[in-house]
C-alpha cells in the first residue's frame, strides 16, 4: 500500500500521478475510486483546436472523488433522449480519466480494461451511470474511462488544425494510462481497450495508428467496425456550420466564436446526418499523421497489430434503436418493396446476396428486412471480415440476442451495456433494457469480458473463418444468417 494512500483523509485512498496527488473514494467491496483527473490541458483558447498538451501540474492533493467535465456536446433529440442516458456536467477540464481499482497499490499488477464511450463521434461521456467500472474492480480488474473532445471540436476537418483530434485525446489518455496506471495497481503490459458504437470505431483506428501502437495489448469492438470517412462529407459538416455562424470554415475562425453559437449551429447540422444515410457526418478521417490508410484494409491485410487479440460482436436487431423510436420501421413498411431494394444499394449487396437473406427471413416485414441488410454492410460484414483475417492472433465473435423489455426494441443497438459492466441495477439501464433484465445474462456476458481481460480467452473458440458467434441471450445459432425479425415495432 502506498504512503500516499495510508495518509488520506478519513480512510480515502491517495495516489501519485506524475502531475500531483489524487485523493478518491472508497467504492463497494473496499475497492478505489478516483474520478476526474486530467490526463491533458482543457481544450480552451488557443488550444480548442489543437492537439491535447500536457495536463497542468498541481501542488497539494486533488480531490478526485466526482466526474470532471464532459466534453461539450449537444443534446439527444427526445426521441433518443428518453432511451439513452447522457449526463453533461459544465466546465472546462473536460479532458479527464477515472480509475476504479480493487488495489490502488504500486506492485499489484493487475489486468486494465479502458473504455471508450460511443454516442456517433457526437455525443456520450464517461459519466454514464451506466458505466460504472465498480463491478470490474470487483472481479480484479482495473477500469479506466475517459472523456475526449467530439463533433466539430474532435473531428471537424480544418485547414489549419490537427485531423483526428478526438483520437488523438484518446492516444494521450492510453499515454497517461501507461505511464500511471501501475500507481493505481495496474499493469501497463495488460492493458485492453473495449468501446461500442463509435468507440469501437475509434478502436479500429487505434488498432491501426502507428502512435498508438504499444500502448494496449488486446481490444474489444462492441457494435461499431474500423472505417473512416470521405474527408469530403466531414468538411461539408464544418462548411454547414460556417454557412450558419456566417464565419470561414477554420479553426481560427471557429475559435474566435462562443462555445455556444457553435453548439448551436452544430445541432442544427446534426439534424441531417445519420448511421444509416451515409451522408456527411463527423468521424475519423485517413491522415498521415494518426491514420495513414483505412483501418479496416490496414489490419484485414495484417499489415497492423496482427499479434493483438479482439473479441468482435453485434446485437441481433441493431437497426431497431436507430429506426423505431423515430417512426422509421413504419415509414418503410410504407415503402414496401422500395425500401428493401434501396437498403440492398445502400449496403452494396447484389441480388444474389438479397435472396439468400430472404430465404433465411421468409416473414421479414420491409422495415426489418431492410434493417438487417443494412446491420450486415455496417457491421456484420467488416467485422467478420476482420475476423476471418487476423493470423496469428485470435479474434472471438460473440451476438447479443436478448430482446428488450422496451416494446419495440428488441435486441437494438447499444442494448448489451449494462449487461458487460454489470450494471443492470443502475436506473439508466432500465431505460434501453426495461425492468426485468436478467441478472445471469449480465453474471455470464460480465465474466466472458473479465476473463478475456485476464486471460486474452473470454470463453469460447476462436473464429476459424466459418460457423456461428458466441450468442448471449438467444439460441445458438448464426443470426448473422438468420436474424431475429418477428418482433413489434414501437407504437
Known amino acids: 500500500m502506498s504512503a500516499e494512500r495510508a495518509a488520506g483523509v478519513g480512510g480515502r485512498p491517495r495516489v501519485r500521478t506524475g502531475a500531483g496527488v489524487v485523493e478518491g473514494r472508497t467504492g463497494a467491496a473496499g475497492t478505489a475510486v478516483f474520478l476526474g483527473i486530467p490526463y491533458a490541458a482543457p481544450p480552451v483558447g488557443a488550444l480548442r483546436f489543437a492537439a491535447p498538451a500536457p495536463p497542468v501540474a498541481w501542488d497539494g492533493v486533488r480531490d478526485a472523488g466526482a466526474f470532471g467535465p464532459t466534453a461539450p456536446k449537444v443534446a439527444y433529440p427526445d426521441t433518443f433522449a428518453a432511451l439513452l442516458p447522457d449526463p453533461e456536467i459544465p466546465g472546462d477540464d473536460c479532458l479527464s480519466v477515472n480509475v476504479w481499482t480493487p488495489d490502488p497499490a504500486p506492485g499489484a499488477r493487475l489486468p486494465v480494461m479502458v473504455w471508450i464511450h460511443g454516442g456517433a463521434h457526437t455525443r456520450g461521456s464517461s459519466a454514464v451511470p451506466v458505466y460504472d467500472g465498480s463491478a470490474f474492480a470487483r472481479d480484479g480488474v482495473v477500469l479506466v474511462s475517459f472523456n475526449f473532445r467530439l463533433g466539430v471540436l474532435g473531428y471537424g476537418l480544418f485547414p489549419d488544425a490537427p485531423v483526428n483530434r478526438g483520437l488523438l485525446d484518446q492516444i494521450a489518455a492510453l499515454e497517461w494510462v501507461r505511464d500511471n496506471i501501475g500507481a493505481f495497481g495496474g499493469d501497463p503490459a495488460r492493458v485492453t481497450v473495449f468501446g461500442e458504437s463509435a468507440g469501437a470505431i475509434s478502436i479500429g483506428s487505434l488498432l491501426a495508428a502507428p502512435r498508438a501502437s504499444g500502448l494496449f495489448a488486446q481490444a474489444v469492438l462492441q457494435s461499431g467496425a474500423p472505417e473512416v470517412l470521405p474527408r469530403a462529407k466531414v468538411r461539408t459538416m464544418v462548411r454547414r456550420m460556417a454557412s450558419l455562424l456566417k464565419v470561414d470554415a477554420t479553426a481560427a475562425a471557429f475559435t474566435g466564436t462562443g462555445l455556444a453559437d457553435l453548439l448551436a449551429a452544430q445541432a442544427v447540422v446534426l439534424r441531417k446526418s445519420g448511421p444509416l444515410l451515409g451522408g456527411p457526418a463527423f468521424g475519423l478521417v485517413t491522415d498521415p499523421g494518426t491514420v495513414p490508410e483505412d483501418p479496416l484494409d490496414a489490419l484485414a491485410t495484417g499489415a497492423a497489430s496482427g499479434r493483438v487479440p479482439l473479441l468482435l460482436g453485434w446485437t441481433s436487431e441493431e437497426y431497431r434503436l436507430w429506426l423505431a423510436p423515430t417512426g422509421g420501421m413504419r415509414l418503410l413498411d410504407r415503402m414496401g418493396p422500395l425500401a ?40 456484420r460484414d467488416p467485422l467478420r471480415r476482420l475476423a476471418g483475417a487476423r493470423r496469428p492472433a485470435p479474434s472471438f465473435l460473440y451476438e447479443f440476442g436478448w430482446p428488450s423489455g422496451v416494446p419495440g426494441l428488441g435486441a437494438c443497438h447499444a442494448l448489451e451495456l449494462g449487461f458487460v459492466f454489470d450494471t443492470l441495477a443502475a436506473p439508466e439501464a432500465s431505460w434501453l433494457a426495461g425492468p426485468e433484465a436478467p441478472q445471469a445474462l449480465a453474471d455470464e456476458m460480465h465474466a466472458a469480458w473479465v476473463r478475456f481481460a485476464l486471460t486474452g480467452d473470454p470463453g469460447w473458440a476462436a473464429w476459424n473463418g466459418e460457423g456461428p458467434p458466441k450468442v448471449f441471450g438467444g439460441p445458438e445459432r448464426d443470426r448473422a444468417q438468420e436474424p431475429t425479425a418477428t418482433r413489434p415495432v414501437l407504437p
Open 340 to 379: 428493401v431494394r434501396l437498403a440492398a444499394v445502400r449496403a452494396g449487396k447484389d441480388r444474389a446476396a438479397v435472396r439468400a437473406l430472404r430465404a433465411a427471413l421468409p416473414v421479414a416485414s420491409p422495415a426489418e428486412f431492410a434493417g438487417q441488410l443494412l446491420t450486415d454492410a455496417l457491421l
